[in-house]
């Protein structure tokens, strides 16, 4: 089976920086597109930033040019760097990827459990 796990959440005060971490592990033959996805209390699920195998990504309108998603293809790992950060950013942030298991036909979404970020003075 195939495992994604998070990590780098926690408190940050505004303005500071953060920097998540999304590891995939198991039957994996091929990762596609990766992304990550946050989801504040009594709101839906938004995307934050994805990127394709080749490095193209794209960003939610209100993170440009705060965030950096990039991939390590080698280590099945997506990150996600967010700085100056403000206290409407505070939500569960997901990863996704689109995984090709070796065996079995097809593509198919994998999600993290979430790691809770926190911005708050």
């Known amino acids: 089976q195939v495992q994604l796990v998070e990590s780098g959440g926690g408190l940050v005060q505004p303005g500071g920086s953060l920097r998540l971490s999304c590891a995939a592990s198991?039957?994996?033959?091929?990762?596609?597109?990766m992304g990550w996805y946050r989801q504040a209390p009594g709101k839906q699920r938004e995307l934050v930033a994805t990127?394709?195998?080749?490095?193209?990504?794209a960003y939610k309108d209100s993170v440009k040019g705060r965030s950096t998603i990039s991939r390590d293809n080698a280590k099945n790992t997506v990150y996600l760097e967010m700085n100056s950060l403000k206290p409407e950013d505070t939500a569960v942030y997901y990863c996704?990827?689109?995984?090709?298991?070796?065996?079995?036909?097809?593509?198919?979404?994998?999600w993290g459990q979430g790691t809770q970020v926190t911005v708050s003075s």
């Open positions: 996704k990827m689109q995984i090709v298991q070796i065996g079995r036909v097809g593509t198919y979404d994998y």
């Open positions: 990127i394709t195998p080749d490095g193209r990504t």
């Open positions: 198991g039957n994996i033959g091929n990762i596609y597109t």
